[in-house]
């Protein structure tokens, strides 16, 4: 069975500083990772995806992660951080066979204060 | 751009009631499931449907769950009689087999009371 942790329950960070938001998993198999962030009320949107090849992958609005297979980790990164990135952000795994059931972590709320 | 949509946004049911949640999966698509996040809670997998047959269940998928397509367009989730538990945040995503990322609506907010 897979699963993911994300450590970090809560990032507070001031506007324009660099971000990490860590995420590691646990499975026997291959993977797929993602990476989705949840805004104030809103549903689930897709920041960046690992499928294969280049283990630094890059999203949308500047975030960027990379896969470490030796540590089973794809963490999130931002170089600068903006008011509007305070958010909740879930890392996500499926086994890479099928189009399976994503399985999330607890989520880490990204607060970006000014 | 296409997007998954979700009805009603809010849903407000009295214990042992039933519901019925829509979803309209982006029309492409083949693959069709639902989630749901407790308050607070992490996003949790329920199902997931493939060829008008569910794939997979996870446990809290039991008897009082159903999940159809009736047409289509919908994909709907049935809670036969509601408890307090199932007040939740109820998401439906849809995916194809080429992109293997599942595009969620924006959710159901259900409250059992």
């Known amino acids: 069975a897979q699963s993911v942790t994300q450590l970090d329950s809560q990032v507070p960070v001031f506007e324009e500083a660099p971000v990490e938001l860590r995420c590691n998993y646990s499975?026997?198999?291959?993977?797929?990772l993602f990476w989705y962030v949840q805004y104030p009320n809103q549903g689930l949107q897709l920041l960046l995806k690992?499928?294969?090849?280049?283990?630094l992958v890059k999203g949308i609005n500047g975030f960027e992660a990379e896969f470490n297979k030796s540590q089973t980790s794809f963490h999130l990164r931002k170089p600068s951080v903006h008011i509007s990135d305070t958010a909740e952000y879930f890392c996500?795994?499926?086994?890479?066979?099928?189009?399976?059931?994503?399985?999330f972590g607890t989520g880490t709320r990204l607060q970006v204060f000014p | 751009e296409p997007e998954v949509t979700q009805t009603p946004s809010h849903q407000v049911t009295q214990m042992g009631q039933e519901v019925i949640l829509r979803c309209v999966p982006i029309?492409?698509?083949?693959?069709f499931y639902w989630y749901r996040q407790i308050l607070g809670q992490k996003v949790e997998f329920l199902v997931s449907?493939?060829?008008?047959?569910?794939?997979?269940k996870s446990e809290i998928f039991d008897d009082q769950f159903s999940v159809e397509r009736p047409d289509g367009s919908n994909f709907t989730l049935k809670i036969r009689s509601t408890k307090l538990e199932d007040s939740a945040m109820y998401f439906c995503?849809?995916?194809?087999?080429?992109?293997?990322?599942?595009?969620f609506g924006p959710g159901t907010r259900l409250t059992v009371t």
């Open positions: 690992y499928l294969s090849g280049s283990t």
């Open positions: 449907f493939y060829n008008n047959e569910i794939s997979e």
């Open positions: 029309s492409n698509h083949l693959y």
């Open positions: 996500a795994v499926s086994v890479s066979y099928n189009t399976d059931k994503l399985i």
């Open positions: 995503a849809s995916g194809s087999a080429t992109s293997y990322e599942q595009y």
């Open positions: 499975s026997s198999v291959s993977v797929y």
